[in-house]
């Protein structure tokens, strides 16, 4: 279904903006520190991506890189 959203939550005390080019034209789309994104699937598994690999880069690598970015998507991805 194309108008599914998903909701992303940005753990991180700073912003995080990701570009995203998903009709052609980059465009900035950030989620700000502590808050909720909601955005269509496509884009928010873009931003999902980023932001967890971003924070795996603040957090250092604890078990293995699939492993911690499993855990962090868990974390970031809401429910709704």
């Not at 080019?21 to 991506?49: C, M, R």
Request: proline letters at 4%; charged letters at 25%.
């Amino acid at each position: 279904m194309q108008n599914q959203q998903k909701s992303l939550y940005n753990p991180l005390k700073s912003d995080f903006t990701v570009q995203w080019s998903g009709n052609g034209t980059p465009q900035d789309y950030t989620i700000h520190a502590g808050e909720i994104g909601t955005y269509p699937v496509a884009l928010a598994n873009h931003i999902e991506k980023h932001l967890a690999e971003h924070i795996n880069g603040i957090r250092g690598q604890k078990t293995n890189h699939d492993d911690d970015i499993k855990e962090i998507r868990k974390e970031i991805e809401v429910e709704i």
